[in-house]
């Protein structure tokens, strides 16, 4: 399994960015996937999560301006967020949210940089 995450870029605060991640299977129909980030010198932490049954939870400081989703037909996973703030900057990573035969899968991670 392969994940290829992408949309990472420059913005500047208030701005809006739409990350991807495309699985080369259909990993996340039956398992769900989750957003992570990780700024420079911080640990990895959750962003968010959807279910394989749709059900979504976010991390206090994305809530309300983040929106998790996916599309089972494309393999693919998505991160809208919007208000981005420069303490959003971060590089983040895709994953599948539930162990599949005992393994995680991570994206490469693609960076976002929110800066005027």
């Known amino acids: 399994v392969q994940l290829q995450a992408s949309g990472g870029g420059l913005v500047q605060p208030g701005g809006s960015l739409r990350l991807s991640c495309v699985a080369s299977?259909?990993?996340?129909?039956?398992?769900?996937m989750a957003w992570y980030r990780q700024a420079p010198g911080k640990q990895r932490e959750l962003v968010a999560f959807v279910t394989s049954e749709g059900a979504t939870n976010y991390a206090d400081s994305v809530k309300g301006r983040c929106t998790i989703s996916r599309d089972n037909a494309k393999n693919t996973g998505y991160l809208q967020m919007n208000s981005l703030k420069p303490e959003d900057t971060a590089v983040y990573y895709c994953?599948?949210?539930?162990?599949?035969?005992?393994?995680?899968?991570w994206g490469q991670g693609t960076l976002v940089t929110v800066s005027s």
């Open positions: 994953r599948n949210l539930y162990a599949s035969y005992g393994k995680y899968y």
């Open positions: 299977t259909s990993i996340f129909s039956g398992n769900g």
